[in-house]
Nanobody, 128 residues
Framework: QLGLAESGGGLAQPGGSLRLSCTGTGYSLESYAVGWIRQAPGKEREVLSCISSGSHFSTYGGSVKGRFAISRDDAKNTVYLQMNSLKPEDTGVYYC?????????????????????WGQGTQVTVSS
């Protein structure tokens, strides 16, 4: 059974940066597409970015495009989300999730329900 563990969240100032990590446990992430999903207070979960197996494709939502970057290191069984130019509206719980079937095609983001395995989430707060 694949497990996922996020880390790297915390408090950042507007305009600052954070890097989130998502590490797979119990199984290799190599064959999975991985997404980062945010749940802001009072809002539904939003898929922000995804990356395909082999890093062939990546996709970003409009709210983070140009500011966030997703990458993966299969040797470390880890997917990263580099977040730059943070805004207060980036505040929320950030989840990573993995999907074996649908993948990430570089054109559109899968809905949250497509993901089969989820981490426990890490809190990101952007405030001065």
């Amino acid at each position: 059974q694949l497990g996922l563990a996020e880390s790297g969240g915390g408090l950042a100032q507007p305009g600052g940066s954070l890097r989130l990590s998502c590490t797979g446990t119990g199984y290799s992430l190599e064959s999975y597409a991985v997404g980062w999903i945010r749940q802001a207070p009072g809002k539904e979960r939003e898929v922000l970015s995804c990356i395909s197996s082999g890093s062939h494709f990546s996709t970003y939502g409009g709210s983070v495009k140009g500011r966030f970057a997703i990458s993966r290191d299969d040797a470390k069984n880890t997917v990263y989300l580099q977040m730059n130019s943070l805004k207060p509206e980036d505040t929320g719980v950030y989840y990573c999730a993995a999907d074996l079937m649908r993948g990430c095609n570089g054109k559109e983001l899968p809905p949250p329900a497509e993901y089969d395995y989820w981490g426990q989430g890490t809190q990101v707060t952007v405030s001065s």
